[in-house]
Every structure is written in structure tokens, then in C-alpha cells.
């Protein structure tokens, strides 16, 4: 009796550790979506700085100091949140397999030995 009833819950058991279930996929795809916004809310922002940075007197330090520290601060975070959204779109395996064939290939050249 034990044993059919661990094969019905095996077989209703939709579960693939290829395709993952519906719920987080929906909720990779709302992280995905809200990654993009804030990337963008973080570019319009830093274009703004830029333009802030531009208008700025020269001779004013203590003003540019802080506007370049926080220009620093947002292209920081512009690069760290355009990482994982590849990450979360799968394109990091993609290249870090590029970039390890690549290598391979130059060691090959730097060698002489075929691959």
C-alpha cells in the first residue's frame, strides 16, 4: 500500500530541476522587471548628475568632491545591478564560457598545441 502511494505523489509531482516551478519564474520575471526600473530611475539620475557636474563652478571643490562621490557611488551601483540582471536573464554562463574558450585558444596559440 506505502509503495503506490509514493509513486502517485512521484508521478503528480511536476517538478524539473531544468524548467523551474511557474512561481518563481513569475517571480523572477517581477525581479527582472523591477531590476529594469531601477536601473533606469539610477541612469536618469546619473545623467542628471552629469549635467549638475557640467553647470558646477570649477573653483567650488567641496561641491565637486561630493558630486563626483556620488556619481561614483551611482555608477557603482549601475554596474552591480546591470551583473545581476544578466545574471537573472542567464547570460553570465554564456560568458564566462566565452571567456574560458577564449583563453583556451590563446594558450593554445602561445603553445602550438592544437586543441
Do not use: C, V, W
Amino acid at each position: 500500500m506505502a509503495s503506490s502511494k509514493r509513486s502517485r505523489t512521484r508521478s503528480t509531482n511536476s517538478y524539473s530541476p531544468l524548467r523551474p516551478p511557474a512561481a518563481e519564474h513569475d517571480a523572477a520575471a517581477q525581479a527582472a522587471a523591477t531590476l529594469a526600473e531601477t536601473l533606469d530611475a539610477l541612469i536618469e539620475r546619473e545623467t542628471r548628475l552629469g549635467e549638475l557636474i557640467d553647470a558646477a563652478d570649477p573653483d567650488d571643490l567641496p561641491t565637486l568632491i561630493k558630486l563626483f562621490s556620488l556619481h561614483a557611488q551611482i555608477a557603482s551601483r549601475i554596474g552591480r545591478l546591470l551583473r545581476d540582471q544578466r545574471a537573472l536573464g542567464g547570460q553570465a554562463a554564456d560568458g564566462i564560457a566565452g571567456a574560458i574558450s577564449q583563453a583556451l585558444d590563446e594558450l593554445a596559440n602561445e603553445l602550438n598545441i592544437p586543441l
